[in-house]
């Protein structure tokens, strides 16, 4: 993917948009991981070519966040180097998108609450100061339309389906909401790239992303949870155990046989 001229940053703020983009990158290849262990195991040949393609977008999108944050660090290493040679406290993903894909019905509400938001960030980020995010978000932001649209479909299915998809969608609901505050509460750099400018405000967007929620979720009859104490720290290195079992496979090749190309 070809994108604009970095944009010029004083070094401290280059550090914390290293560690941001980083951030972002670790998501998306976390979640593209999880998704592409669906591959051969959808519930029909449909959906599992569905899941196995959302997967690649994510994996596109984390490669491209690895290059930049590479650049941003400005210490040789490469996005192969990010991707397979840090352990699981140096990643800083949410803890959303390590939890296990579950069902079909517990991976649709994974995505979903990922998707509400990860849609509405790209959509401020593709209008942000630096350049390079910007034409990131821009070109990610049209693959998180769809995501979202297919993720807000099958909530409804499930949700006003049959007796048995709506116990496992309200299960999963029940075990996944605890992960979806910490998507919106800035850590602490965050909030610094925030006061600068450089990142969204997640407190403008959650007006917008509550609202979907609630279209779906009246759609699907289904109610939308409340006082729910969310689960946080994955922004900041502190992770479930599932981080560490998914490392340890999505890693092995590279480690096992380091500088490995095709």
Same mark, same amino acid.
């Given at each position: 993917?070809?994108?604009?001229?970095?944009?010029?940053?004083?070094?401290?703020?280059?550090?914390?948009?290293?560690?941001?983009?980083?951030?972002?990158?670790?998501?998306?290849?976390?979640?593209?991981?999880?998704?592409?262990?669906?591959?051969?195991?959808?519930?029909?040949?449909?959906?599992?070519?569905?899941?196995?393609?959302?997967? *690649?977008?994510?994996?596109?999108? $984390?490669?491209?966040?690895? +290059?930049? #944050? @590479?650049?941003? /660090?400005?210490?040789?290493?490469?996005?192969?180097?990010?991707?397979?040679l840090r352990s699981a406290v140096e990643y800083r993903n949410p803890l959303l998108v390590e939890?296990?894909?579950?069902?079909?019905?517990?991976?649709?509400?994974?995505?979903?609450?990922?998707?509400?938001?990860?849609?509405? *960030?790209?959509?401020?980020?593709? $209008?942000?100061?630096?350049? +390079?995010? #910007? @034409?990131?978000? /821009?070109?990610?932001?049209?693959?998180?339309?769809?995501?979202?649209?297919?993720?807000?479909?099958?909530?409804?299915?499930?949700?006003?389906?049959?007796?048995?998809?709506?116990r496992r969608v309200e299960q999963a609901i029940a075990s996944l909401w605890r992960y979806a505050?910490?998507?919106?509460?800035?850590?602490?750099?965050?909030?610094?790239?925030?006061?600068?400018?450089?990142?969204?405000?997640?407190?403008?967007?959650?007006?917008?992303?509550e609202a979907h929620v609630a279209r779906v979720f009246e759609e699907a009859t289904l109610p939308?949870?409340?006082?729910?104490?969310?689960?946080?720290?994955?922004?900041?290195?502190?992770?479930?155990?599932?981080?560490?079992?998914?490392?340890?496979?999505?890693?092995?090749?590279?480690?096992?046989?380091?500088?490995?190309?095709?």
């Amino acid at each position: 993917m070809q994108v604009a001229p970095p944009t010029t940053h004083t070094p401290e703020t280059q550090t914390q948009l290293f560690r941001y983009v980083l951030q972002l990158a670790d998501t998306s290849l976390i979640l593209a991981h999880r998704l592409s262990e669906w591959c051969g195991h959808g519930p029909i040949l449909e959906q599992d070519l569905a899941l196995a393609n959302i997967a *690649l977008d994510f994996l596109g999108e $984390a490669r491209s966040y690895y +290059q930049y #944050a @590479a650049e941003l /660090e400005g210490q040789g290493r490469t996005e192969d180097d990010l991707a397979y040679l840090r352990s699981a406290v140096e990643y800083r993903n949410p803890l959303l998108v390590e939890q296990p894909n579950g069902d079909f019905a517990a991976t649709i509400v994974r995505q979903f609450i990922y998707d509400t938001f990860h849609y509405h *960030l790209l959509q401020q980020l593709q $209008a942000g100061p630096d350049t +390079q995010l #910007a @034409a990131i978000a /821009e070109k990610s932001v049209k693959e998180a339309a769809y995501h979202l649209k297919w993720s807000s479909e099958w909530i409804i299915r499930l949700g006003d389906g049959t007796e048995e998809s709506r116990r496992r969608v309200e299960q999963a609901i029940a075990s996944l909401w605890r992960y979806a505050g910490e998507l919106t509460t800035p850590n602490a750099t965050e909030k610094e790239l925030q006061a600068a400018g450089l990142v969204p405000d997640y407190a403008a967007m959650l007006p917008q992303m509550e609202a979907h929620v609630a279209r779906v979720f009246e759609e699907a009859t289904l109610p939308v949870p409340q006082g729910v104490f969310m689960q946080k720290g994955g922004k900041d290195g502190r992770h479930t155990e599932h981080l560490g079992y998914l490392l340890t496979e999505l890693q092995y090749m590279q480690r096992t046989y380091p500088g490995l190309t095709w």
